[in-house]
T-cell receptor
Framework: GQQLNQSPQSMFIQEGEDVSMNCTSS?????WLWYKQDPGEGPVLLIA?????ELTSNGRLTAQFGITRKDSFLNISASIPSDVGIYFC??????????FGPGTRLSVLP | KAGVTQTPRYLIKTRGQQVTLSCSPI?????VSWYQQTPGQGLQFLFE???????NKGNFPGRFSGRQFSNSRSEMNVSTLELGDSALYLC???????????????FGSGTQLSVL
């Protein structure tokens, strides 16, 4: 089945730093969704992308739909302690089920 | 507008028992999907319902079943529980049917099932 890879698996950054993570697929998607999950809670939708090349922001978060339609990127600017959590990407192609990446675990050091 | 509501939040069962989990989607949302989340396997798709019809099913044994009611609320059932069924079960609702443009999945907080 389809697989999504997320990079990096985990990252430790200092408060105030910018963060970049990406998600790659072996097949093309027409929808990319980015989520953040806190321990014991469900994923919270951060950004949705629907067009190749699309760049969308949500506060300090910016995500891009890769032009090959096989990847997507999430950037967080000026990280703060509450950014700690696991970030998931999810992709879907024309009516197929969403496939989720394994997540990137973000830790923010004060 | 209230979010996706899942009940119960926590459940402890023993092997061989069965369990029913409930999900109320966001008001107006007609599509409900269920996912199993474990540390080793991540988020795995179980099934999707739209207008009371199962539209997609993941690669899980027949012990996992679900249904959707006319008010879009959904339940999933797991029979003959096994230790490996311990997981966070997540429900997600969507305003549009799978494959429609601008689809978004909104998740509930999940039901943490522990099988002893």
């Amino acid at each position: 089945g389809q697989q999504l890879n997320q990079s990096p698996q985990s990252m430790f950054i200092q408060e105030g730093e910018d963060v970049s993570m990406n998600c790659t697929s072996s097949s093309i998607f027409n929808t990319w969704l980015w989520y953040k999950q806190d321990p014991g809670e469900g994923p919270v939708l951060l950004i949705a992308l629907y067009k190749a090349g699309e760049l969308t922001s949500n506060g300090r978060l910016t995500a891009q739909f890769g032009i090959t339609r096989k990847d997507s990127f999430l950037n967080i600017s000026a990280s703060i302690p509450s950014d700690v959590g696991i970030y998931f990407c999810a992709g879907s192609n024309y009516g197929q089920n969403f496939v989720f990446g394994p997540g990137t675990r973000l830790s923010v050091l004060p | 507008k209230a979010g996706v509501t899942q009940t119960p939040r926590y459940l402890i069962k023993t092997r061989g028992q069965q369990v029913t989990l409930s999900c109320s989607p966001i008001s107006g949302h007609r599509s409900v999907s269920w996912y199993q989340q474990t540390p080793g396997q991540g988020l795995q798709f179980l099934f999707e319902y739209f207008s009371e019809t199962q539209r997609n099913k993941g690669n899980f044994p027949g012990r996992f079943s679900g249904r959707q009611f006319s008010n879009s609320r959904s339940e999933m059932n797991v029979s003959t529980l096994e230790l490996g069924d311990s997981a966070l079960y997540l429900c997600a609702s969507s305003l549009v049917v799978r494959g429609a443009t601008n689809e978004k999945l909104f998740f509930g907080s999940g039901t943490q099932l522990s099988v002893l």
